[in-house]
């Protein structure tokens, strides 16, 4: 049975910084794309960022570049989301998913983590 299970969330003040990690069982994690997205309160699930099961290429949305760093640790299972300089409008709840890297959709996904910024 997979698993993909978001910790690190809180709440933090406006230009602070918080550490997402994401665990992901019962897959081949190396396999797999990991993907970060997050959805406000009244608004749509957006992507924040992205890293091939390889660790290459990593990619962002521009909302995030130069704030963001998304990380992996294929011995551990788990993908990062390093967040610095924290704006109020990165309040959301955060989702780890992942995606095999022979497909395009991301099948699975964790119950999110909630992020808020003060301030």
């Known amino acids: 049975q997979v698993q993909v299970v978001e910790s690190g969330g809180g709440l933090v003040q406006a230009g602070g910084s918080l550490r997402l990690s994401c665990a992901a069982s019962g897959l081949t994690f190396s396999s797999y794309t990991m993907g970060w997205f997050r959805q406000a309160p009244g608004k749509e699930r957006e992507f924040v960022a992205a890293i091939s099961w390889s660790g290459t290429g990593p990619s962002y949305a521009d909302s995030v570049k130069g704030r963001f760093t998304i990380s992996r640790d294929n011995t551990k299972n788990m993908a990062y989301l390093q967040m610095n300089s924290l704006k109020p409008d990165d309040t959301a709840v955060y989702y780890c998913?992942?995606?095999?890297?022979?497909?395009?959709?991301?099948?699975?996904w964790g119950q999110g983590t909630q992020v808020a910024v003060s301030l």
């Open positions: 998913a992942a995606r095999h890297r022979t497909q395009n959709k991301y099948y699975y």
